[in-house]
C-alpha cells in the first residue's frame, strides 16, 4: 500500500471534501446520491486509483441516462475479489445485495435493482475517463483516487494528493479543538471564530 492510499485513507470523505474546497474544487470531488449498500455497518472505507468502466444502452453509445436495470451483481463482486479489488463505486445501480454482503464486498452504488445488466446495458469501454453529472459534473480519470465511506465518495485528482492530505491534517486538527471548546461549554460560532478564524 502507497504512503499516498494510507494517507488518504486514513481521512473521512468529508475531511477530503473539505480540503478540495479549499483548493477551489468546486464540488469537493464530491459525487453525489451513491451510498453504500454493502456490507452492512458504518466502519467501511474504501480508498484507492480508479478502474473505470463505461457501461451504455445496448442500443447506444453514450452513457445511460438513469437506467433502472443492475450493472453489477453477485458474480462481478466474486471476480473482483479473485483480481484483488478494494471495493466498487457504481453511478448507478447494483443487486444480489446478499452475496455482496456474505463476501464483505464494499459496493456503494445509486440503488438495486431486480434486472440485471443484459439485455439492457453493455460495458462500452475500460479505462476511460468517465463524466459523472451532478453539481456540477465530476470528472474521473483512470488511476485518481477514490474514497468513499458512510458519508459519500469523493474522487481526488493524483496531482493534488499532497495538498489535500495536509489540509486535510489541518482541517481534522481544527476540528478536534473546535469539539473540545464545544463539548467544554463553549458555544459552536464562539470555537469557530477562535480556532477557524469565521463564524
Given amino acids: 500500500m ?47 486509483p480508479a478502474y473505470t468502466v463505461r457501461m451504455v444502452l445496448t442500443s447506444d453509445t453514450t452513457a445511460p441516462n438513469q437506467a433502472k436495470n443492475a450493472v453489477w451483481g453477485g458474480l462481478m463482486t ?19 445485495l446478499a452475496e455482496h454482503r456474505f463476501a464483505g464486498f464494499p459496493v456503494f452504488s445509486r440503488g438495486h435493482s431486480t434486472l440485471g445488466q443484459s439485455p439492457f ?14 453539481f456540477p459534473a465530476v470528472r474521473v480519470e483512470p488511476g485518481d483516487w477514490m474514497i468513499a465511506d458512510e458519508d459519500g465518495v ?34 459552536i460560532q464562539a470555537a469557530f471564530k477562535k480556532h477557524r478564524g469565521k463564524l
Fill in 78 to 96: 466474486a471476480g473482483a475479489q479473485a483480481r484483488g479489488a478494494l471495493g466498487v463505486i457504481i453511478s448507478g445501480r447494483c443487486r444480489d
Fill in 154 to 187: 469523493v474522487c481526488v485528482s493524483p496531482s493534488l494528493t499532497e495538498q489535500v492530505i495536509e489540509l486535510a491534517t489541518k482541517g481534522r486538527e481544527i476540528d478536534e479543538r473546535c469539539l473540545e471548546d464545544i463539548k467544554a461549554g463553549t458555544g
Fill in 121 to 134: 446495458t453493455r460495458p462500452s469501454a475500460l479505462n476511460v475517463p468517465l463524466t459523472i453529472n451532478s
Fill in 2 to 48: 502507497s504512503s499516498s492510499t494510507f494517507s488518504l485513507g486514513s481521512f473521512s470523505s468529508c475531511e477530503i471534501s473539505d480540503a478540495l474546497i479549499k483548493l477551489g474544487v468546486a464540488h469537493g470531488g464530491h459525487i453525489p446520491d451513491i451510498h453504500i449498500v454493502s456490507p452492512l455497518g458504518s466502519s467501511t472505507r474504501i480508498c484507492g
